[in-house]
């Protein structure tokens, strides 16, 4: 599906009659993610070179999606995760409604969040992207907007007419199209117990240094609430059962992405994610699908267990590259536009 998906980009780009790009979901999701089972099973039966094959041809489309000749809209409804949020927070507009929900939960399963995410992730507003990334914590349409993530809010009973709309569109102007969007575009309002309501003591905890600080200064916090501690529970409860591994390369990983392009992002990205393949150093993302998906809800066994035991030289190993015949770093196409950056709605 990818290579077709590929194919027919680089058809539309070329075609004059082509005046912009629309993205969505077959069915009530926009996309749960990238087919993690069929890589695993491809790794346990083949080699782990086929899983870093596909790995490869969803980073790309990734990039050609960001750098696309022609505008285009992603209508973001239903559940937006993994693999989906790579499709869509690498469009140029991102329109959500209020069913859906973003979520990159990688580490849940020894993996971390890729697809461009230690780019995106790390334009949010102070060190959500952090948050996001390290929690796995769902976000509503209303949040999206609000923090970056999302450029339009539609409500869903508008989204079909928005479509209409947009496909009588006869201009590649951005202006004109925004100014589309902007015609179906509801107000939003944040819940009270938003998560993004928080993000002064997000910042505070998720700017430190290192996984065990972020964690330290979430119990802390916890102890200090009064009352308002649901969401820290969460966090803490989550980032304990995650990879300690996948936490820390995804810090280290985000921290980096602050200074670097997508293009470069995703190169390293790459680089991680096929030693998580090939279970260069350990087997966590293996153990994590067997645990999470394969057998559904069983405790995976993390190597190493700990987050102490898990050093800063045992991270840097996944930012180097392969040391195999059977790999290569990530050659990305040649593009004349670059990629957008995110800003705050609020």
Known sequence: MISQFIKNLKVYEKDSMVKLLIL???GKAFCAGGDVVRVVLSINEGHWSFGVSFYKKQLTLDYLLATSTKPLVSLITGIV????????????????????????????IGLFPDVGAAYFLSRLPGFFGEYLGLTGARLDGNEMLACGLATHFVLSKDLLSLENALSEVDSSDTSTISLVIRGFSSKISLKKDSVYRRLETINKCFSRGTVEEILSMLENDHEAANGDNK????????MKSASPTSLKVFLKSIREGRRKELKDCLIQEYTIASHMLRSSFNSDFIEGSRAKLFERGKQPKWEPSKMELVSDEFVDQFFEEVDDADWKCLQLPVRENLAITWESKL
């Open 81 to 108: 995760m993994g693999g989906g949020a790579g499709l869509s927070m690498n469009s140029m507009f991102r329109v959500v409604t209020e069913d859906t929900v973003f979520a990159m939960p990688e580490a849940q």
């Open 24 to 26: 969505k979901g077959q």
């Open 231 to 238: 969401w820290i529970i969460q966090a803490i409860s989550s």
